[in-house]
């Protein structure tokens, strides 16, 4: 039954909610907010879901003894004590936001200052994976345009500041960009129109 | 109707009636794509992992399905589906990794079709599709966990990434496995250009399916894709010269 109830309820939906987009009639424009709310409360029911699935992952890993479940433990201990100072103190408290603000917002922090030692090396290992014409260019602009931004100190760089780096930035770049956004688009369009056939199913069915 | 919706709707008319008409041509439409090294050693890669009993690795991203990213979540899900339909028979499932809720649920229920179109229903485990984090930071974090430990040989990390993808894709290379890297965003474009071998750029995410054989619909929408590229490419010039003439005029 499954098997044609899922695609007809996802081309049905997805045709609706573009028909409201593009032919804002009352009435179709109002169901198409209407779904578009039931999918943003369906997809928060699947949070709850999605760390039910979390924990279950880490309590199997700490019974099956797998590598590093310290981490496990760790990562249960913490979801639980904040799941219950969240129930206790409410989702909009002080140590609710406290706990986001020194905790959270300082680890993803760290992770992206990580990330700029990461993209350094890859840079430095790009020319020895893979050694042509685009990898020179693609490291040379970057250089081109940090000289441009980065603040130096003491000295200024003439040229690179006021006329190669907007240049760059301004002309090359963001005529490239608009370039691959065009092909994103239009993938991403495509896709669209093959999940509205019912060609393409990532809710599952054959 | 405004002019902007007036044009998005005839393109999307445009392209549907395209996608249908070529699709109902059947073997009319000879396929014939450039040749996109990643695909190949991909493909290769699954077999060295059939082969040794290690994992392959799905990394969905962090797109939530309420949002226009979602087109890249499902080109990754579809690429899962086709991978795991043809390593269904490995004695190590491949494990797919999620930075949303409701995408881990697509993977789940893509996972257990994925089997069952092979003939292994009893080899799917729920655990396969997971969310490892809600954030974006926090899914890189805590999928390097998956990438370091779990015995995987092969990795695709297709979706919707930011430039935290340099974290992941940093971590596969120290783990000496092979990556097929894809990304809806351009800062996410440019970290997979400078660290992984054979990065997939622009529309090539959406094009995965007809490379690995997903099904004539992936095939016929690539010819789609050309043919409305081709079309923004007369009208861009068409544009320009106009505006041209209309400057010397």
Do not use: C
Not at chain 1, 49 to 54: A, S, T
Not at chain 1, 139 to 146: I, R
Not at chain 2, 30 to 54: D, H, Y
């Amino acid at each position: 039954m499954s098997r044609y109830f899922a695609p007809a309820i996802a081309i049905s939906t997805g045709l609706l909610v573009l028909l409201g987009y593009f032919l804002p009639l009352g009435s179709l424009a109002g169901l198409r907010v209407v779904i578009v709310h039931w999918a943003v409360v369906l997809s928060g029911a699947a949070v709850f879901v999605g760390v039910l699935n979390l924990l279950s992952v880490h309590v199997k890993k700490i019974r099956t003894k797998e590598k590093n479940n310290i981490y496990s433990l760790l990562l249960i201990a913490s979801l639980l004590f904040t799941l219950v100072l969240g129930m206790i103190s409410g989702s909009n408290s002080s140590i609710m936001s406290n706990i986001f603000n020194t905790i959270i917002l300082p680890v993803e922090a760290s992770l992206m200052a990580i990330m700029a030692v990461t993209l350094i090396y890859a840079s430095i290992r790009l020319l020895r994976k893979r050694n042509d014409l685009m990898s020179i260019v693609f490291l040379s602009v970057a250089v081109l345009v940090m000289l441009g931004s980065a603040p130096l100190p003491f000295i200024q760089l003439p040229l690179f500041g006021d006329l190669i780096r907007p240049k760059i930035v301004n002309v090359f770049a963001t005529s490239g960009a608009r370039g691959i956004l065009i092909g994103v688009a239009l993938g991403t369009l495509l896709t669209g129109l093959r999940v509205l056939m019912g060609v393409d199913r990532p809710y599952g069915g054959k | 109707m405004p002019l902007p919706a007036l044009a998005g709707l005839i393109l999307v008319a445009f392209s549907a009636v395209l996608l249908i008409g070529l699709f109902l041509l059947k073997d009319r439409v000879k396929a014939s794509f450039r040749k996109i090294p990643a695909f190949s050693k991909f493909n290769k890669s699954i077999g060295t992992a059939v082969e040794n009993g290690t994992r392959i690795h799905f990394s969905l991203g962090s797109a939530d399905i309420v949002r226009p990213r979602t087109a890249a979540s499902f080109s990754a899900i579809s690429v899962l589906r086709r991978i795991v339909e043809m390593a269904a028979t490995s004695d190590a499932p491949p494990v797919a990794t999620a930075g949303d809720a409701s995408l881990a649920i697509l993977s789940q229920d893509s996972l257990r079709t994925a089997y069952r179109a092979a003939g292994a229903d009893q080899q799917y485990q729920a655990d396969s599709g997971r969310v490892t984090g809600l954030t974006p930071f926090s899914y890189a974090a805590a999928t390097l966990s998956t990438i370091y430990d779990e015995d995987i040989s092969s990795h695709s990390i297709m979706g919707g990434f930011g430039a935290e993808v340099g974290l992941l894709t940093d971590a596969t290379e120290r783990n000496d496995s092979f990556t097929l890297a894809a990304a809806d965003s351009l800062p996410a474009q440019a970290v997979l250009f400078a660290s992984v071998e054979d990065p997939l750029i622009g529309e090539d995410l959406y094009v995965s399916g007809a490379y690995l054989n997903a099904g004539r619909a992936h095939m016929v929408s690539v010819f789609v894709q050309d043919t409305l590229r081709w079309l923004i490419v007369l009208v861009l010039l068409g544009g320009a010269t106009m505006k041209l003439l209309a400057g010397l005029l």
